[in-house]
């Protein structure tokens, strides 16, 4: 019988301090060349260790190997200048030095390929790999050639459907497209952002996940969540859109979040990774708050679709911190796993 409630995260973990400085988004690499490759194996080799030791159902790279969940994709791809820079606002959050693009783009060789394959070969579990979502990848960039936002985007999603068929050809059983700018531009993701997540996903035969969430806990996001007001329906608006897409899993924050739960209810028949575990906080969760999150989520999920998870990467978060939410996480889906067990 398969295991009900299957763990994963969200995405990034803390890296170690030999390979990038550590609690920080961006941070540089402290190695370089052939001995930054192999760094970033051993990196991968840890965080997914850890993973395994925290009894994670799901695994994934904990993103070792990218310096930024957006920015790392973007800088193999051509027609994107990262030396010519402009100062744009972030969903409507913080402003950043971002590329330009300036000519037409394209992928000229895979990105994360041989980083999955890698993967695979050091694990039998299901791996999950993500990719930003082509709406997110758009607004962190100034774009000086297509000057549309609607056609970039368009050609980032065929770009992000070439990288994820030869994922999902190096074994990934689950691709993710993060798209936290879902939770921002309300009217482009219903005239276009869910259509070009849908071009992304195309002809894909493995699983399929958008992961639309409030952000990593840094201080912009969490400035930005204290003017949102006491229920957060961000997600209304994308969710019904969301349901009737071919996209298998919605991957949510719930935990500490203002987001109203019978919100799920809008993508009913999807499978949903519950963010049980809070990125902005240091606190690490008891097992029973885990569950109670879960718990409240299967009022509106039924169990053989709810997928525990966290809220977002834990990426900017101490190891141990991180390592602790991990084994909270675990602990609460098997609270609820025996409640279901024996009714
Ligand atoms: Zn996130």
Redesign the pocket.
């Known amino acids: 019988m398969k295991k009900l409630l299957p763990t994963s995260t ?2 990034s973990l803390p890296k170690p301090s030999w390979l990038a400085e550590p609690e920080k988004l961006w941070s540089p690499w402290k190695l370089q060349g052939e001995a930054l490759i192999e760094a970033k194996q051993d990196a991968l080799r840890l965080s997914l260790q850890e993973q395994q030791h925290a009894g994670i159902d799901i695994v994934s790279d904990g993103e070792q190997t990218r310096q930024h969940f957006v920015t790392t994709f973007i800088e193999h791809l051509e027609g994107v200048d990262f030396a010519k820079r402009e100062t744009v606002r972030i969903r409507q959050r913080y402003d950043a030095s971002v590329p330009t693009v300036v000519g037409a783009v394209s992928r000229p060789k895979p990105v994360f390929v041989d980083d999955a394959r890698f993967l695979r070969q050091q694990t039998g579990q299901p791996i999950k790999w993500a990719l930003p979502g082509p709406m997110t990848m758009i607004d962190t960039l100034f774009d000086n050639h297509y000057k549309s936002r609607e056609k970039l985007a368009w050609e980032f999603a065929k770009i992000l459907n070439q990288e994820a068929r030869e994922l999902e050809a190096a074994g990934v059983d689950i691709i993710q497209f ?1 798209e ?1 700018a879902f939770n921002v531009f309300f009217d482009e993701v219903n005239d276009w952002g869910v259509a070009t997540l849908e071009k992304a996903i195309e002809g894909l035969k493995c699983e399929t996940a958008v ?1 639309i ?1 409030y ?2 806990g840094i201080q912009a996001n969490t400035d930005w969540k204290k003017t949102l007001g006491s229920e957060w329906r961000q997600y209304e608006q994308a969710f019904p859109k969301l349901q009737q897409s071919g996209i298998d899993i919605v991957s949510l924050e719930c935990h500490n979040a203002r987001v109203p739960m019978d919100l799920i209810e809008l993508i009913r028949g999807k499978k949903v990774m519950v963010g049980a575990i809070d990125v902005a906080s240091n606190a690490i969760e008891t097992p029973e708050e885990v569950a109670s999150t879960l718990r409240k989520a299967l009022q509106f999920v039924d169990a053989d679709k709810l997928y525990p998870s966290t ?3 834990m990426a900017p978060l101490a190891r141990q911190v991180a390592r602790g939410k991990l084994h909270a996480l675990s602990a609460g889906a098997e609270i609820i796993r025996q409640e279901l067990a024996h009714p």
């Open positions: 969200a995405g993060d936290p992961h969430c952000g990593y809220n977002c990467g």
